[in-house]
């Protein structure tokens, strides 16, 4: 048997619940979903805001497992805004170990407009959060970027 799995941004423009429905007439069997915090773009949800009780629920429902949460990048502009992006990634991991989702998608700072270490900074504090965890944190990079 062959487990395909779309990414919910194929259905950006539709609510969570419609991508997943949208995803299981498709014939997927799970989705990536795009769960990016508000300080970058509200798609599919914060995690800060959804009960994994009811995540679990609406995939379920349609018969549905998570992949991955996807939750963007973690920007560098400010401490600010690393600090809450930092504190986005650690939720979005506590999800995902509680769905039972073993990857959390993560990128980094726009390397020409942005600093990298305060990133690594945020990685440091980060990977000592996934020992004992089946969640690997995987980081995404595009183009030219990394």
Same mark, same amino acid.
């Given at each position: 048997?062959?487990?395909?799995?779309?990414?919910?941004? &194929?259905?950006?423009? @539709?609510?969570?619940?419609?991508?997943? @429905?949208?995803?299981?007439?498709?014939?997927? @069997?799970?989705?990536?979903?795009?769960?990016?915090?508000?300080?970058?773009?509200?798609f599919h949800g914060?995690?800060?805001?959804?009960?994994?009780?009811?995540?679990?629920?609406?995939?379920?429902?349609?018969?549905?497992?998570?992949?991955?949460?996807?939750?963007?990048?973690?920007?560098?502009?400010?401490?600010?805004?690393?600090?809450?992006?930092?504190?986005? &990634?650690?939720?979005?991991?506590?999800?995902?170990?509680?769905?039972? &989702?073993?990857?959390?998608?993560?990128?980094?700072? @726009?390397?020409?407009?942005?600093?990298?270490?305060?990133?690594?900074?945020?990685?440091?504090?980060?990977?000592?959060?996934?020992?004992?965890?089946?969640?690997?944190?995987?980081?995404?990079?595009?183009?030219?970027?990394?």
């Amino acid at each position: 048997m062959i487990k395909l799995a779309s990414s919910t941004i &194929c259905w950006a423009r @539709d609510t969570f619940p419609v991508a997943l @429905d949208k995803a299981r007439a498709a014939g997927f @069997d799970a989705v990536e979903g795009m769960f990016f915090p508000r300080e970058v773009y509200p798609f599919h949800g914060d995690l800060r805001e959804i009960q994994p009780a009811e995540l679990r629920r609406q995939l379920a429902e349609r018969g549905l497992t998570l992949a991955a949460v996807h939750i963007a990048a973690i920007m560098t502009p400010t401490e600010q805004k690393r600090r809450a992006l930092t504190d986005y &990634c650690l939720r979005a991991i506590e999800v995902a170990a509680e769905l039972g &989702c073993r990857t959390v998608v993560d990128g980094g700072p @726009d390397r020409a407009s942005e600093p990298f270490q305060p990133f690594l900074r945020s990685l440091e504090e980060i990977v000592p959060r996934l020992e004992g965890l089946p969640v690997r944190l995987a980081l995404e990079n595009h183009y030219g970027n990394w």
